[in-house]
């Protein structure tokens, strides 16, 4: 650009601006002078050709600073400041999502599907959160507790196959595999340090996680997370009161010939529940719960895919060995009151929170530590503030 403005400056078409006081207007006869002395080779060029040749001119003026210009080629990272490593190549555009992802939404494929992550904050640390079973549109119901965090940290929210934006998947949802797919998955948006943060069924997972790669996971916090052994502890009671209730004939017959779906453009409320009323920090805008109603739709059926994790939660051995986490892993239970106060109530021993405390290597450690917060299941719709508090804590 340099030598282009150089030549330019010596063209004998260019005149210096100048004021009114050192640059008079002429008069006619003036510039009748100075038309009589425009050069021959000059007076008959064509404008348009002029310009193409001036073009042409600076465009291989350019092309010759950048040859000799060292130029080094940069790769987004998050390796250290976690950065979001999108491309335009890595977009929703153009597929039937289009119109149900969000600017923070990424698609990666892990083993030939599309998963997508949900990244948002820009923070040093890095955030992973990881859904429970049932969840339809996982980065939207983390929504509030994400509110809280991304100020402060990169939040990653990997969605499992068959759930938010991601691909279905017909392959068993055993520990082992969700494990290697969420692994692939953060190392496509350049992930390799985090504390996780899971919901419900994600926390047994989350032994498997920090089993298979405890380089990468450096802490956990759960969320009124189940337990490696509580299904031994699981009474018909307890299943009766905590089991979703059977849909009436005619709510079934609703669903079947699609008026659910009808109706709940008007009322979202009917698949998507009273988010206005049941969620604390966070305001759900009209879009958002379009996405959380068409998400709804799109997975509602897929939620048998995982049936595997949770028949995991049955031990082969019968001498109830404790499942730890690493000995140096932070971790941190929050648990609902009402959760605690379900299994006491059913069963003939109080064991939730006993349950959850044999997970923790050093119970006596600052950084170990079991919560009971006032909620429901769904602690971080009402509670987030508080175990964002607790995460950072840790």
Do not use: C
Not at 92 to 115: C, Q
Not at 214 to 231: C, L, Q, W, Y
Not at 341 to 353: G, H, M, V
Request: aromatic share 6%; hydrophobic share 30%; no cysteine.
């Amino acid at each position: 650009m340099l030598l282009y403005r150089q030549r330019f400056l010596m063209s004998e078409r260019y005149t210096p601006l100048q004021s009114p006081e050192t640059h008079p207007t002429p008069s006619q006869e003036e510039v009748l002078d100075i038309q009589d002395t425009v050069p021959e080779t000059q007076e008959h060029t064509d404008p348009a050709r002029h310009q193409t040749d001036q073009l042409d001119t600076a465009r291989t003026d350019i092309e010759a600073i950048m040859k000799g210009t060292d130029m080094p080629e940069t790769q987004p990272t998050l390796d250290t400041r976690p950065t979001n490593p999108l491309t335009p190549e890595r977009t929703y555009k153009g597929t039937d999502r289009e119109h149900l992802a969000r600017p923070s939404d990424i698609p990666v494929e892990v083993d030939g599907r599309i998963m997508n992550v949900n990244v948002q904050g820009d923070g040093n640390k890095v955030i992973v959160l990881l859904q429970g079973r049932g969840t339809t549109a996982p980065a939207l119901d983390f929504a509030p507790l994400i509110d809280e965090l991304k100020r402060t940290y990169k939040v990653v929210t990997p969605e499992l196959f068959g759930s938010g934006l991601s691909d279905m998947t017909d392959k068993p949802r055993t520990k082992q595999l969700i494990a290697a797919e969420l692994h692939e998955a953060l190392q496509q948006v350049g992930v390799h340090e985090y504390i996780l943060v899971g919901h419900s069924l994600a926390g047994t997972q989350a032994l498997e996680l920090a089993e298979e790669f405890p380089d990468e996971m450096k802490g956990f916090v759960g969320i009124d997370t189940a337990t490696p052994h509580m299904s031994q502890f699981t009474t018909k009671a307890l299943e009766r009161e905590s089991s979703i209730p059977r849909k009436p004939l005619a709510k079934r017959i609703a669903d079947k010939v699609g008026l659910t779906r009808l109706a709940s453009k008007v009322m979202p409320s009917l698949v998507i529940g009273n988010l206005d009323k049941e969620v604390v920090g966070h305001k759900y805008s009209r879009r958002e719960k379009a996405i959380m109603r068409e998400l709804y739709f799109r997975n509602k059926d897929t939620d048998d895919t995982f049936e595997d994790m949770k028949e995991e939660r049955k031990p082969d051995d019968i001498n109830h060995e404790p499942v730890q986490f690493p000995d140096s892993m932070p971790v941190h239970f929050f648990l609902s009151n009402e959760s605690v106060d379900l299994t006491d109530r059913t069963s003939p021993e109080p064991w939730y929170i006993r349950e959850h405390e044999k997970q923790i290597p050093n119970p006596r450690a600052d950084h170990a530590s079991v919560t009971v917060l006032t909620g429901e299941h769904y602690l971080h719709h009402t509670q987030a503030a508080a175990i964002a508090q607790g995460i950072r804590a840790l």
